[in-house]
């Protein structure tokens, strides 16, 4: 397919997940904010564990998520996760109950 279309297969692959991400951005944010308050943690200190660090996660890991400054913070500061970050969470337009999403308060 890419060959055909004289596209790279890098290239490719980046369009798929990307499309992906911004599909089911609603239901990633949503699971953010359902692990956010599992945990007892801001939105932006789970959203900084889950890209941080790998699972199974310890006390500490939770501990240290809690001492993260903001996002914003980590922006002027340079930090790349690797992936796009925003200080807060995309809104979503589905009147969902406040259990189901995570609205990044503590």
Known sequence: MCNLRGVALRAKV???ISGHFVRFKPLYVKRVGYFA???E???EAAY???VSRDPPYKDEDFA????QPPL???EEQG???GCEVTANPPKTDLKE?????GTGET
């Open 79 to 81: 930090t790349n996760f």
């Open 37 to 39: 308050r599992k945990y």
């Open 48 to 50: 900084i564990l889950l």
């Open 72 to 74: 914003a913070l980590l």
């Open 97 to 101: 109950k406040s259990d189901d999403i």
């Open 14 to 16: 980046g369009e798929i």
């Open 41 to 43: 943690l801001s939105w």
């Open 64 to 67: 240290w998520a809690r001492e």
